[in-house]
C-alpha cells in the first residue's frame, strides 16, 4: 500500500491540479475546517440562535 500511495504521489499533475489518493481530499478539509472553523450555512445558524436563545444561553459565531 506505501509503494502504491508514494507511486501516485510521484505522479506528475495536469497544470493546475493536485495527485490525490483516497483520504486525501478528508485530510485537507479537516486541517482547513481546524484554522477556519466548520462553515454552516444560514438556516443552521437561524437554528442555532433560535435554540440558544430559547435557552438563554449566549450563542456566538
Do not use: C, H, Y
Not at 506505501?2 to 495536469?14: C, E, N, P, S, Y
Amino acid at each position: 500500500m506505501d509503494l502504491w500511495i508514494r507511486t501516485f504521489r510521484g505522479a506528475k499533475a495536469i497544470p493546475g491540479k493536485q495527485v490525490l489518493v483516497p483520504g486525501d481530499p478528508e485530510r485537507l478539509a479537516e486541517a482547513e475546517r481546524k484554522r477556519k472553523g466548520i462553515p454552516l450555512i444560514g438556516k443552521v445558524r437561524e437554528d442555532l440562535n433560535l435554540l440558544a436563545s430559547q435557552f438563554k444561553l449566549s450563542f456566538q459565531f
